[in-house]
């Protein structure tokens, strides 16, 4: 299986913060990864796909790179609304796998 | 609006059964590989099955194979997933979802918990 390490597993940012997070890939599955925003008691949604691509009617805030197995999801200019917990997906190979998770929080 | 209820979630006895079933609307519900996700507070999201527009080609993660079935029928434009043997470790929340890769809709899900 190929295991995805997010990090951080949490972080306290503080409203108008630049974030970053990180999905490291145990093998490269080239750009077949995808970021999820979810909040408490609500489904994921999907925020990137091919590891760039913004979903549509998601802010421009949100920007995610790399390929291989290297990958970021940034948030350029955090806003209260982003508050939530952010997974990575790889759909590289089966089974898929998801991060841990990432908790962003308020400073 | 892509629409994806689940349904048949619950409170079962180690080792029973248990049919989840997902009512799609909104798309053209054949033209689209489904799945289902499920989440649980120790293990975050996990990857349970998919299935192939026409039911052709399905996938299942090893902690369930052998034990779980992801099935669909489209002229009722339905997923299922029908489980058996069930553990403690299958008590999670379970999404159906739309896509076999890296899936753009989810349902709001459906507790399951394994539980004498």
């Known amino acids: 299986d190929i295991q995805m390490t997010q990090s951080p597993s949490s972080l306290s940012a503080s409203v108008g913060d630049r974030v970053t997070i990180t999905c490291r890939a145990s093998?490269?599955?080239?750009?077949?990864l995808g970021w999820y925003q979810q909040k408490p008691g609500k489904a994921p949604k999907r925020l990137i796909y091919?590891?760039?691509t913004l979903q549509s009617g998601v802010p421009s805030r949100f920007s995610g790179s790399g390929s291989g197995t290297e990958f970021t999801l940034t948030i350029s200019s955090l806003q209260p609304e982003d508050f939530a917990t952010y997974y990575c997906?790889?759909?590289?190979?089966?089974?898929?796998?998801f991060g841990q998770g990432t908790k962003v929080e308020i400073k | 609006e892509v629409q994806l209820v689940e349904s048949g979630g619950g409170l079962v006895q180690p080792g029973g059964s248990l049919r989840l079933s997902c009512a799609a609307s909104?798309?053209?519900?054949?033209?689209?590989?489904m799945s289902w996700v499920r989440q649980t507070p120790g293990k975050g999201l996990e990857w349970v099955a998919n299935?192939?527009?026409?039911?052709?080609?399905?996938f299942h993660v090893d902690s369930v194979k052998g034990r779980f079935t992801i099935s669909r029928d489209n002229a009722k434009t339905s997923l299922y997933l029908q489980m058996n043997s069930l553990r403690a470790e299958d008590t999670a929340v379970y999404y159906c979802?739309?896509?076999?890769?890296?899936?753009?809709?989810w349902g709001q899900g459906t507790l399951v918990t394994v539980s004498s």
């Open positions: 979802v739309r896509g076999g890769s890296c899936p753009d809709n």
């Open positions: 909104g798309f053209t519900f054949s033209d689209y590989w």
């Open positions: 299935i192939k527009h026409d039911g052709s080609d399905k």
């Open positions: 093998q490269g599955i080239r750009s077949d």
């Open positions: 091919t590891a760039s």
């Open positions: 997906l790889q759909y590289n190979g089966y089974p898929r796998t």
